[in-house]
């Protein structure tokens, strides 16, 4: 059974500074999809960066970017010059082919992000 | 477009009870899930909808029924509550399997 692990419950980060947040998975696939979720307080769920296991390329959104690492099956999540609005619990998750739409989470990371 | 949306936002219940969370999104997505937040646990897959009529279980799926009479709906039932239901509940549906996933706000359940 595929699992995603996230092993570090609570991180912070000074504002301006870069943070990255770790996450791995286990598969036997070669064929998935990772993806970074960002939750704030407010509860709702905002996609922050999606990544296609066939692509080389590293993903990135603006301050969001990702150190794929296709044969350690590591997909860490890196934000540069933090604000504080990126105060919020974040997911790493996990979707295999087969077209499910079946998503397998980590168990989250809060960031706290100090002025 | 109103996205994702989840009713009830908060619901109290007493063990035994049943109770059915609804579901609807605007978007035409063929593919609809419904996830449960613990503490600890991130979000765990309880049912999915690959498309109106089709229906699977997810990870933690006992205690839960779902139908998908329409692409818009996807309701969740609760077929008599106990303490360990106790959570919070999210929608959430996807043009494709391998796209984003638009959340619903959340439906905040206990069980008393």
Redesign the interface.
Known sequence: AQT?T?SQ?EMSVQEAETVTLSCTYDTSESDY?L?WYKQPPS???I?VI?Q?AYKQQNATENRFSVNFQKAAKSFSLKISDSQLGDAAMY?C?Y?RS???????????TTLQVKP | NAGVTQTPKFQVLKTGQSMTLQCAQDMNHEYMSWYRQDPGMGLRLIHYSVGAGITDQGEVPNGYNVSRSTTEDFPLRLLSAAPSQTSVYFCASSYGGFDEQYFGPGTRLTVT
């Open positions: 995603v996230q419950p999809y993806f509860r709702q769920m996609l999606r296609e997911f998750a979707t087969g077209n499910t739409g079946k998503l397998i989470f980590g168990q989250g």
